[in-house]
């Protein structure tokens, strides 16, 4: 089925740890986003990428990196792994009017 | 600052009556709204949509309202399904440029909808 893949789907982490969180989309999509999901407090954007070649800080950029290899795929990078990531980290790709973002089914994320 | 808000954690209606889901913002640049609908261990589905142009725009069972003046918006669902149980996010997008498609999203908010 086309839509957005991201791995791993769950992931545990030690402090300090690195790590890199992929993310691929089949829709011939432009634009791609990395988000994460804290209790209470809805999704909000980490980085994202309007095009092949160019990203961009979203809300919550700290502690993160970001590559966009190719139109296809978008991975976000943990370099030095703090609790405070623990989170739900969701992919998406699309835009707004004809094309809605689409969301992956995230991958759950804990750092001890 | 909350931009996008969502006052109701949850809403619990009876199957066949109407579900409303409310959304307030604050941002005077969004331009462009969406609902999406999340399950458990999924990633959140787009639903509906509507330009800030507009103030109504319809789907099968879902209607999203905009009141601009009042920085609102709505959903409603008609009549409600024990499927539509879910965690509802409104999402909102600012007008054009380089920061058009950065979504800002409410917190959800769970409607249970009991046979």
Redesign the interface.
Known sequence: NAG?TQTPKFQVLKTGQSMTLQCAQDMNHN?M?W?RQDP??????IY?S?SEGTT?K??VPNGYNVSRLNKREFSLRLESAAPSQTSVY?C?S????DQ???????TRLSIL | DQQVKQNSPSLSVQEGRISILNCDYTNSMFDYFLWYKKYPAEGPTFLISISSIKDKNEDGRFTVFLNKSAKHLSLHIVPSQPGDSAVYFCAASPKGGTSYGKLTFGQGTILTVHP
């Open positions: 957005v634009s986003y988000y209470g407090m809805g999704l909000r954007l994202y309007a961009d979203g809300e969701f998406a699309g835009w707004v009017g809605p973002q689409h969301f992956g089914d995230g």
